[in-house]
């Protein structure tokens, strides 16, 4: 499966190196290994600067990637891409194409002016969850959640809320046990949206 992480300058970096390390690491213990394919997608094929002046050098651009199973969107600071057109159009034509759309953080922002958080519940970082819930009133914010899984669509909190919700996925789309593998190698203390997995498995 192709999972792709849209970034940007500005993107915080836990937003797609958490969910990046979630699909690369069920992909080294899946059987057979390899199940997923994960990369990252800019605008344009240059480096990124994330977070803190964090070069990254994006896989792909939205010119050249590769089909996506499921598409990805990271938070930071967001409020440039909300005003380029062309990246608010891949979003919504890639989503319309894409079995699983999620979003980290502020990336649903993006997915709300895609148009495709529309009635629908979603999430984003407790401190923009009233700007969220402001800017696009046709969509349901729901705070005190690690991530809302609204079916095709899936938002997490904020940073390390997008690692858990990214092992969600994985038990989504592969099985729970590959999940709580996924995490105990990461040595992660994966948190559901009601208490963390290995306080549920004690």
Not at 117 to 139: I, K, M, N
Request: proline letters at 4%; glycine letters at 6%.
């Amino acid at each position: 499966m192709n999972i792709g992480i849209y970034i940007y300058d500005d993107t915080e970096v836990l937003d797609f190196s958490g969910p990046f390390e979630v699909f690369s690491t069920a992909s080294r213990l899946s059987a057979p290994p390899g199940y997923f394919n994960v990369f990252l997608i800019a605008q344009e094929l240059r480096p990124v600067s994330a977070r803190a002046g964090y070069l990254v050098v994006p896989h792909y651009s939205i010119e050249d990637h590769p089909a996506l199973d499921v598409l990805i969107v990271a938070g930071g600071v967001h409020t440039a891409e909300l005003e380029k057109p062309e990246v608010i159009d891949w979003v919504s034509r890639t989503a319309a194409r894409t079995d699983l759309v999620a979003s980290v953080c502020t990336g649903a922002f993006l997915l709300a002016r895609a148009g495709v958080l529309t009635g629908l519940d979603a999430t984003t970082h407790w401190e923009d969850q009233q700007a969220l819930a402001d800017s696009f009133p046709d969509v349901n914010v729901i705070g005190n959640q690690r991530w809302v899984d609204q079916g095709k669509y899936v938002t997490s909190g904020g940073i390390s809320a997008g690692i858990d919700m990214s092992l969600h996925l994985v038990s989504r789309l592969t099985s729970p046990a590959l999940a709580v593998k996924t995490a105990r190698q990461m040595e992660y203390d994966w948190h559901t949206n009601a208490a963390s997995i290995s306080a549920l498995n004690q």
